[in-house]
């Protein structure tokens, strides 16, 4: 009987497919799985026993603003403690690298906090990652605003030009060549607020030529949520490029109710081309603070502020009354800074995620004083609390919307299933105890029931804190698709 490095005993298996749970021993040799089998076939020189527990791909998180927190916070203990081996990064149009300038504003500043971060090219940007030898993987995007910025300088409240498309489009075609799996835009955001449909189908065009995807902040998640849906899907049209709408949601009271609306034109679109979204499990939203988004939210906290100190994690409206001016002239007075937005319907939330296009991404924004919950409560949440108490899946089904269909969609080859040839990216969680632990008032907390996660067949999170594993790769697309070749 052949020995193996570790075994896996005793667990009910989850293997990423929607498959029912079934109990098996699962084998891991070097960074892969090895064998799944019988209980009690395998022998490994580590056992992990599982009794009374899921073995589970290890959680992708689809949707984050990691880029540079996997060299900065290399242990990724928000993630890793939820379950999640892989990160997709660089979305909502803001991504660290191709950025050829030696300063940031304040829309980089979302995910850069060390201008060394930011880099010339991708490759450099991949080598920097790989160095700090972050516990799990990170894919990465290219952001449209980001290329902007290194094509238009700060003059960014016009269409590009004829001759800054070109240079953007080259931008992104050389970062796709050296392993970028995609472009974002963030058409909501300044930086992109002036870019027409033609600017980005056309910078988006090596999208096709490579493979890569293409992801969108949508230009209007409110009012004129299905006019942008329809933008979104014409761009990944003309570019040849799959479609993956970020954090799906209808925003502002008078929107609440639209995903009647929305969830059905997915349906539609989904027979046309390839398009899905993500989903992440809150009403609130998090992103900077910004004057517009006062009126359409119920609440409005504030998650970090540069220039005045002591009112992370308080109300505005407190804020404004202590000052004693409105809350328009408080956001004035706190910039830069960053807040969370009371501001979706919780039915509609739930319609969302349960769509057959829905995956789980969690938004989280890595460097905030006082964060969003998602940051450290997504995948737990999803499981614990939508799927466990409110049943509004099974639980195969809330893994799946995790991992092989996360995996699918990015073209992530070999992740995101329990079975013996892909990686060995393993969580494995109590059913029964799972449940997010960050609220609110109190967002930097590690989830409950999330018992050890290994990435590339290392530990990285076990008895409440981080591993020793700090295996986790740049994971690049040409290498992916390398891989989906050979495996073909
Ligand atoms: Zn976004």
Redesign the pocket.
Known sequence: MATYDTVIRNGQVADGTGKKLFAADVALKGDRIAAVEAPGSLKGNNEIDAQGKVVAPGFIDVHTHDDTALIDNPTMAMKASQGVTTVVCG??GASAAPYIRDDYGHFLSLIVKRVENVSKTFAEFAAKVEVAKPAINGAFLIGHSTLRMNAMGDDLARQATAAEIGVMRDLLDQSLEQGAIGMSS?LFYPPAMAASTDEVAEIAKPLGKWGGVYTA?MRDEGDDVLKSMDETFEIGRRAGAEVIV??HKCSGRTNFGRMKETLPKFTEAMKQQQIAFDVYPYVAGS?ILRKEMLDRADKVLISWSDTVKGVSGRDLKDIAQEMGCSIYEAADRLQPAGAIYFMMDEKDVQAAMSHPGAMIGS?GIPFDTHPHPRLWGTFPRVLGHYSRDLKLFPLEDAVRRMTSYSAQRFHLTKRGEVKPGFYADICIFDPATVIDTATFEKPISAAKGIDTVLCNGEIVWRDGKPGAGRAGRALKRQDLQAEAKASA
Request: proline share 0%.
């Open positions: 979305n909502c963030g902040h970020s954090h992103t938004d």
